[in-house]
């Protein structure tokens, strides 16, 4: 691919179901981008296989062998830096990261998030909105902070709650529509269309004063939100 593409590495700690959608995507010509590498805290997880057949490089270093988190996060992302990337994606990272870390990419990490945050941060999220009683679920982009979850959130999409709906079944409509909201924001990134450095965040000519919402064709709206699933 042509040097100049912007450049993305990718965090992951599974299977990458997410990971394979964006290799999908790029090859589909939808998201013009170079993936850079895949990084994992997992020296097993099936994602890597992804990566590699799609000719990424990939670096999986396990925190076993490092004496605490910070050690591990400064030996993984010194490697991304290497790999002089213009935007880091968390796919499926599974660890929460330090902030020295998140403070080197500042406005540069994104994380795709199974909620709408600021509702319903870390993990079970699809039981925690059924119990919370939402009437909407969805999921989120956001920037990577040091607090979890917390960042300034880019883009949403909406799924409405079923009253016949268990977490599993919640959990379905969100993961059927949740990647497609990742590959809009990264297109629009990538486009430039959407501007997240240096702060304030853009879109378009605009100032990004609340989270950009996916309709059902997949495009980034402003405006009153509306359930797409």
């Known amino acids: 691919m042509p040097d100049a593409l912007p450049r993305v590495a990718v965090l992951a700690s599974g299977a990458g179901s997410t990971l394979r959608a964006l290799i999908e995507a790029q090859h589909g010509g939808q998201l013009p981008v170079q993936f850079v590498g895949l990084f994992s805290d997992k020296p097993a997880a099936p994602a890597l296989e992804?990566?590699?057949?799609?000719?990424?490089?990939?670096?999986?270093?396990?925190?076993?062998?490092?004496?605490?988190?910070?050690?591990?996060?400064?030996?993984?992302?010194?490697?991304?830096?290497?790999?002089?990337?213009?935007?880091?994606?968390?796919?499926?990272?599974?660890?929460i990261i330090e902030a020295a870390s998140t403070r080197r990419f500042a406005g540069r990490m994104i994380n795709l998030h199974p909620s709408l945050l600021p509702k319903h941060r870390g993990l079970h999220t699809h039981r925690a909105a059924l119990d919370a009683g939402d009437l909407s679920h969805g999921a989120s982009v956001h920037l990577v902070t040091a607090e979890l979850d917390d960042g300034p959130i880019l883009a949403q999409v909406h799924v409405g709650i079923r009253a016949e709906d268990d977490p599993a079944a919640l959990e379905a409509r969100v993961r059927s529509v949740e990647r497609r909201l990742l590959i809009a924001v990264l297109a629009a990134w990538a486009k430039a269309e959407l501007r997240c450095s240096p702060a304030p965040i853009q879109f378009g000519r605009n100032t990004l004063a609340a989270p950009l919402w996916m309709d059902h064709d997949g495009q980034l709206r402003t405006g009153e939100p509306q359930c797409v699933a």
């Open 50 to 95: 992804h990566a590699l057949r799609a000719g990424i490089p990939v670096c999986a270093l396990s925190p076993k062998g490092y004496a605490n988190r910070a050690a591990h996060d400064a030996a993984l992302f010194a490697r991304v830096a290497d790999a002089q990337p213009d935007l880091v994606v968390c796919a499926g990272y599974m660890r």
